[in-house]
């Protein structure tokens, strides 16, 4: 670890790799990473294996294949209104990963601070930290996880370069409503801040909660940075294609950092995304709905075993309180649990900057087939 630059210590392995890594030692089943184990829409998989097979293997063009540039567009189109220009305002990425730190290394200077809402993605700390910028945390409180507008208000700071947004938030699971939204909106225009907004689980909301990207909202398209991934979408998180959508004043930052990272990406994957990207609304519908039965199977499941679950609308996540257990700790839960019951979660902890009144919760994943949650479910029975 010694060799490492100073800055960079504090963040050591990530979460998911060290309760991933728990899970396969004790065959336990894994509710911590939060990756699908079923197979995505064929006609997604048979489009990159018919690209490999063609012989379509070589470096794809710098801002990602036109086929899914200009399906990134049609799809922003067709869901949400959006209207992008397939050559300057969409960028192929390497996952919403790549586009995450290419996007604020781009957009940050040193001493610069991005707000994000806390619980946080571990990955925006530690991008911000590249960047050597200072991630300026908003708290959203359990249990419904809401917008504070009066608390985003007063950490908005004459360096205040932007504001972060992941809806459907992971962990969470919260959707942020129009209203929340437009609170958002409201002081970024007042500060001129730019908005990035983080919607990999763009397709999961559930029930009568809507996705809305924030660059739909008045004012906003030519003030956020849209990033999302096939990954979550198509059950296909280790093809790592993501995009970016913005003004093109934005993008071709972006573009300007990502192509020191990865160049380009995943030649063949991108076919394969494209289609995904164009499939009927009634497949939408249906990976929704796998993941909504995945929910109510979990919650049910975590409440019998004596947790308190916060509503969950979206993502693949829920979000539950040990304390009624007696557990003050979900870090030492969560390192036993693989062992103790065969389950493997994640504490919320890993989530924040300052953890204090949140030390009890831990995330649970539901992208997983109904035997697995079964399984789980009477696994977790025993704590
Ligand atoms: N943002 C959020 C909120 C996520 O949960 C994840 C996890 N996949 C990512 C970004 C990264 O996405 P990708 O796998 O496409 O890099
Ligand atoms: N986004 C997934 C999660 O939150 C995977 C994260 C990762 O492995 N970096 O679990």
Not at 84 to 107: P, Q, Y
Not at 115 to 121: D, H, R, S
Request: proline letters at 6%; aromatic letters at 8%.
């Amino acid at each position: 670890m010694s060799e490492l630059v100073s800055r960079m210590r504090r963040f050591g392995t990530t979460i998911f790799a060290e309760m991933s890594a728990l899970a396969v030692e004790h065959d336990a089943v894994n509710l911590g990473q939060g990756f699908p184990d079923t197979a995505g829409p064929q006609p997604v998989l048979d489009a990159a294996i018919e690209a490999i097979s063609a012989g379509r293997n070589q470096y794809p063009p710098g801002p990602g294949i036109p086929q899914l540039r200009r399906a990134i567009a049609a799809h922003q189109r067709h869901w949400y209104g959006l209207e992008w220009d397939v050559d300057s305002e969409v960028l192929v990425t390497a996952g919403a990963t790549e586009a995450l730190a290419a996007a604020i290394l781009a957009l940050c200077e040193p001493g610069d601070e991005l707000i994000a809402f806390e619980p946080f993605y571990d990955a925006y700390d530690a991008d911000a930290v590249l960047a050597q910028a200072t991630l300026v945390p908003v708290r959203l409180e359990w249990p419904d996880f809401a917008l504070d507008s009066d608390r985003l208000a007063s950490a908005i700071t004459p360096r205040t370069r932007a504001i972060l947004v992941n809806t459907p938030h992971n962990p969470t699971g919260h959707v942020f409503s129009r209203a929340e939204l437009e609170q958002i909106a409201e002081l970024a225009i007042a500060h001129d801040l730019i908005v990035i907004t983080d919607e990999v689980y763009e397709h999961l909301a559930f029930d009568e909660h809507r996705h809305i990207p924030m660059a739909s909202l008045p004012g906003m398209r030519d003030r956020t940075i849209t990033i999302s991934s096939g990954g979550k979408t198509f059950a296909t998180t280790g093809w790592k294609v993501g995009w970016v959508t913005g003004s093109a004043e934005l993008v071709s930052a972006v573009m300007a950092v990502k192509q020191w990272l990865t160049y380009v990406n995943a030649g063949p994957l991108q076919e394969g995304i494209a289609v995904g990207l164009a499939l009927p609304d009634a497949d939408f519908a249906a990976i929704r709905a796998q993941l909504r039965s995945g929910r109510d199977l979990l919650v049910p499941a975590l409440a019998d075993a004596g947790f308190t679950v916060a509503p969950v609308n979206g993502g693949y996540f829920a979000v539950a309180d040990a304390a009624p257990l007696g557990v003050t700790d979900a870090a030492q839960l969560c390192r036993e649990l693989p062992e103790r019951i065969g389950v493997a979660a994640v504490p919320l902890s890993a989530f924040y900057r300052d953890a204090a009144g949140a030390k009890s919760l831990v995330r649970f994943a539901f992208c997983k087939r109904p035997e697995v949650l079964h399984k789980a479910a009477t696994r977790l029975r025993q704590l």
